[in-house]
T-cell receptor
């Protein structure tokens, strides 16, 4: 099992460019999450999904969109990148049982110039 | 969602026990207490969780106060590999896990 994988690992964008971060999990988990972590800070929830075809906003959703067309994939999109979106992005997944353990990916380090 | 309060940082000597506290005075009766940790340059990993009773697993123990307004993560013998940021999270039956800033644990050789 690969667990949770994230693509790409690193990316540099110019202000105004767009990109999509891909998260994939092979554990058949129902729930998937996107977090961002700024330097010296904890994780903040951007969006999450409780199943294929459903998404919901977290704490800091502005400037991001997500899609969950397949159960195993959760995509995070930045339509027009801003320097404030420079961060490390983590994806996580967990089972549908209440309080199931979250499994995290290795992160994507994004820099917006 | 219930808020948590943790010390910003703690230090421990190697092979000694470590007690990491967390206050969650607004916790509700059905809220679970979770602990995750984040090693340097990695994503967080699950440590332990509990509801009312104390819990033990291979990584740590979780001691929950009788009124549930606080809890303590116990690492029985800290190693250098336990140096990480430890997050205490309260989940309220929703799908969201809200991370705070956590406690940075430094283990001294």
């Amino acid at each position: 099992n690969a667990g949770v994988t994230q693509t790409p690992k690193f990316r540099v964008l110019k202000t105004g460019q767009s990109m999509t971060l891909l998260c994939a999990q092979d554990m058949n988990h129902e729930y998937m999450y996107w977090y961002r972590q700024d330097p010296g800070m904890g994780l903040r929830l951007i969006h999450y999904s409780v199943g294929e075809g459903t998404t919901a906003k977290g704490e800091v959703p502005d400037g991001y969109n997500v899609s969950r067309l397949k159960k195993q994939n959760f995509l995070l999109g930045l339509e027009s990148a801003a320097p404030s979106q420079t961060s490390v992005y983590f994806c996580a997944s967990r089972t549908g049982t209440l309080n199931g353990e979250q499994f995290f990916g290795p992160g994507t380090r994004l820099t917006v110039l | 969602d219930a808020k948590t309060t943790q010390p910003n940082s703690m230090e421990s000597n190697e092979e000694e026990p470590v007690h990491l506290p967390c206050n969650h005075s607004t916790i509700s009766g059905t809220d679970y207490i979770h602990w995750y940790r984040q090693l340097p340059s990695q994503g967080p990993e699950y440590v332990i969780h509990g509801l009312t009773s104390n819990v033990n697993n291979r990584m740590a123990s979780l001691a929950i106060a009788e009124d549930r307004k606080s809890s303590t993560l116990i690492l029985h013998r800290a190693t250098l590999r336990d140096a990480a940021v430890y997050y205490c999270i309260i989940t309220s039956g929703t799908y969201k896990y809200i991370f705070g800033t956590g406690t940075r644990l430094k283990v001294l050789a």
